[in-house]
């Protein structure tokens, strides 16, 4: 391990963003070595190295927000301690061949042969000092070859799609290239960024680019749509109207104010009792307001004609949507006819008449034999007998004469309510 702090990347990020082998200087002297002539010699080195700057390559271009990188940008932004990575080279030439890089003018060239029509920024390196590169088959990396890293650019792409779709823009079907411009710079930092960008949704059939008057205007694909149609008439005339009427709002509320400032100068000449000056500002004021309202009648015109044309545009997906509904419905009838439904109304309807026969049929049916029922209801008639409780037995008679004296308990004398009922039970004897 090292004593001294070593130096950061320059333009990789934050110093918590490296790997954690930067601060180790055996290890990194050792990633920071050549690679060797052939990989067959020592893989464990080999991949070893390779999967270390790799990802790194990615990492550092991703914190920047670019999507291509040179050599000598990879160079500086790897310098440590005064050294850079001699194996960069080797690395570049491996992600080329493993598809994470590719050369600009080759990615370029590979979706868009008239790219340069469009391309402002692309080709960050002469034309004829690629092409002599090529022609001679040389290994070497030029140092200044821009070359763009595929997973970064996809994910531009991506992003550049969403923030289109997600604003107001995307209600019109052409845009201006610079509109795009601004409306992408949080996302493209510079114009080559976004050009790569769109360069890959082009690839993806998402958006189409085209030159219209001198002017570069980029179409995306609309809502329904899984791939875009090219640049039509029709796109033109629309992005011609919208054009139009903008224009002509910026010139109305240009007009706006210039009559608003005509009546406040009026206001203050005439303060200062200058009546001359203050009426000829009156009068430059309604000369304004009449071309103010002349052009507001042209918007009027303008606006009203995109309104059809949008309500057109509905007409048509509703009329197609009819169109399909009844192919539907179609198909899903073809079997169907008003005989066939009756027949088979009719054959339900016998059916039914049949069931309901052979329900009365059984219900009338009786399979209970008559020699049976008499003993059954007596046998009823026993049991319902032996369920009734037995009942309580009869108490002794109430008796009629006195007991005999000499049954009765000495010392003990007659109540008087026994002499009383002595004389009542004699009279009922």
Request: with cysteine; aromatic share 4%.
């Amino acid at each position: 391990m090292s004593a001294s702090a070593p130096t950061a990347p320059q333009q990789a990020g934050s110093p918590s963003a490296l790997p954690p082998e930067w601060a180790d200087d055996e290890r990194m002297a050792f990633l920071f070595s050549a690679f060797k002539l052939n990989r067959e010699v020592n893989c464990t080195d080999w991949d070893g190295k390779m999967n270390f700057w790799a990802p790194l390559i990615v990492s550092c271009c991703r914190r920047r927000g670019a999507v291509s990188v040179t050599l000598q940008e990879l160079s500086e932004s790897f310098r440590r301690n005064g050294t850079v990575p001699l194996g960069l080279p080797t690395v570049v030439q491996d992600m080329i061949r493993r598809g994470k890089l590719q050369k600009e003018s080759e990615f370029a060239a590979l979706v868009d042969p008239g790219w340069l029509s469009w391309g402002v920024g692309l080709l960050l390196v002469k034309p004829l000092k690629w092409t002599l590169t090529t022609v001679l088959g040389s290994n070497r990396v030029p140092p200044e070859e821009p070359y763009v890293v595929t997973e970064l650019v996809k994910e531009k792409a991506s992003e550049l799609l969403r923030v289109y779709r997600s604003s107001p823009a995307a209600e019109r079907t052409l845009l201006p290239f610079q509109e795009l411009r601004g409306m992408a710079a949080h996302i493209c930092p510079d114009e080559t960024t976004l050009c790569l960008a769109l360069l890959q949704l082009q690839r993806e059939k998402q958006v189409t680019v085209a030159v219209h008057e001198g002017e570069k205007i980029v179409k995306f694909t609309q809502a329904g749509q899984t791939r875009v149609s090219p640049v039509g008439e029709v796109d033109l005339g629309i992005y011609q109207l919208q054009r139009s009427e903008r224009l002509l709002e910026e010139r109305v509320e240009a007009l706006a104010q210039e009559a608003e400032r005509c009546r406040e100068e009026a206001r203050t000449l005439l303060g200062q009792g200058k009546k001359t000056q203050a009426l000829r500002c009156l009068r430059a004021r309604k000369r304004v307001e009449k071309r103010a309202d002349s052009l507001h009648a042209q918007l009027e015109t303008v606006q009203g004609i995109l309104e059809r044309i949008a309500n057109s545009h509905t007409d048509r997906l509703v009329v197609q949507a009819y169109q399909a509904g009844v192919s539907a419905l179609k198909l899903s009838l073809k079997d169907v006819t008003v005989e066939r439904a009756e027949n088979l109304v009719d054959q339900i309807q016998e059916l039914c008449d049949a069931q309901d026969e052979v329900n009365q049929t059984l219900a009338g049916l009786d399979i209970s034999t008559g020699g049976d029922t008499d003993e059954l209801e007596a046998e009823l008639r026993s049991i319902l007998e032996d369920a009734t409780p037995d009942s309580p037995p009869p108490l002794p008679e109430v008796p009629t004469k006195p007991l005999p004296s000499n049954l009765a308990s000495p010392g003990l004398k007659p109540s008087s309510s026994t002499l009383k009922s002595t004389p009542a039970l004699e009279a009922a004897q």
